[in-house]
């Protein structure tokens, strides 16, 4: 019995295309405005889709400033997008934590929304494991309009007071949710 080419074509692509969306990346849509004005500027109906690098942060290679894909420590099963501003060793002035001070713990990071005030991130539920990180924002793909690369930045007013270790070490592998929440903060 001869299978139709069709048949082999989708028996090869299947297993091609979930490695490629598991090991490299894919792209998503972040909704919300938790990450203005680096994502959704002018919170108008059309959103962002960024390209998601898993690639880019299978050894946990994370920076200072990097937009990160990661599960939501308050909710599993939800994703969300928010920058780097601390690494591990860093002392962060918090906005609204408990204490006005925190250290990084090793194998975490301090993850901030771009829209201070309007994001629910590590101001709200602490330091983040390195672990629950999936992939790194590398580029806005669709409105056209929008098409650039992120950068790695983290805003003036966000610096560390001080700096500690840059060197990172943990894995994860989840599935990719192509709907990135910005989570914004609860009125």
Request: a positive charge.
């Amino acid at each position: 019995m001869r299978i139709p080419l069709f048949f082999k074509s989708l028996l090869l692509s299947i297993p091609v295309g979930v490695t490629f969306f598991d090991c490299v990346g894919y792209v998503a849509r972040v909704e919300g405005i938790s990450m203005q004005p680096a994502l959704n500027p002018d919170g108008s109906p059309v959103t962002d889709y960024v390209f998601l690098s898993r690639w880019a942060v299978r050894n946990m290679e994370v920076d200072r400033g990097d937009v990160v894909s990661l599960v939501s420590p308050k909710d599993p099963g939800q994703k969300i997008i928010k920058r780097v501003v601390g690494l591990q060793g860093d002392i962060i002035s918090t906005l609204g934590y408990k204490v006005p001070y925190v250290k990084v713990p090793e194998g975490h990071c301090w993850i901030e929304g771009d829209h201070t005030g309007n994001s629910l991130d590590s101001n709200s539920f602490g330091p983040v494991s390195l672990g629950l990180i999936t992939a790194r924002a590398t580029q806005i793909v669709w409105p056209p309009s929008r098409w650039q690369s992120l950068h790695s930045n983290v805003p003036k007013t966000r610096h560390p007071i001080s700096l500690g270790k840059s060197t990172n070490s943990s894995s994860s592998n989840s599935a990719p949710n192509p709907i990135l929440q910005a989570q914004e903060k609860p009125s």
